[in-house]
């Protein structure tokens, strides 16, 4: 499967964004999809999961309560909304698919990945 994100920008902090993520070449819905980031001198982290069907979401303890992941199988796309953003959300943000069911959170776990899109929030 081919992912594209979208979205990404440079923001002040406590405003919104919502990345885009547009899946191709193989059925969406087969796919638990994740979005990573990763920060300047820092490791990828895991941010957000969705499970195939978008009844299940989960996420890092830093986004829970701010972000929301969703996804839309008739589009083949994911999204991330990202609201109260704060300097420390800046980041490449990633999406990512893989076929193991669960929770899978690691970068590991996913096959696939997007090139990814930058997110800078300002203070």
């Known amino acids: 499967v081919q992912l594209l994100e979208s979205g990404g920008g440079l923001v002040q902090a406590g405003g919104s964004l919502r990345l885009s993520c547009a899946a191709s070449?193989?059925?969406?819905?087969?796919?638990?999809m994740g979005w990573f980031r990763q920060a300047p001198g820092k490791e990828r982290e895991f941010v957000a999961g969705?499970?195939?069907?978008?009844?299940?979401?989960y996420y890092a303890d830093s986004v829970k309560n701010r972000f929301a992941i969703s996804r839309d199988n008739a589009k083949n796309t994911l999204y991330l909304q990202m609201n109260s953003l704060k300097p420390e959300d800046t980041a490449v943000y990633y999406c990512?698919?893989?076929?193991?069911?669960?929770?899978?959170?690691?970068?590991?776990?996913?096959?696939?990945w997007g090139q990814g899109t930058q997110v800078t929030v300002s203070s």
């Open positions: 969705i499970n195939w069907s978008g009844t299940m979401a």
């Open positions: 990512a698919a893989t076929g193991v069911s669960g929770r899978p959170h690691s970068d590991y776990d996913f096959g696939y």
């Open positions: 070449g193989r059925i969406f819905s087969d796919f638990v």
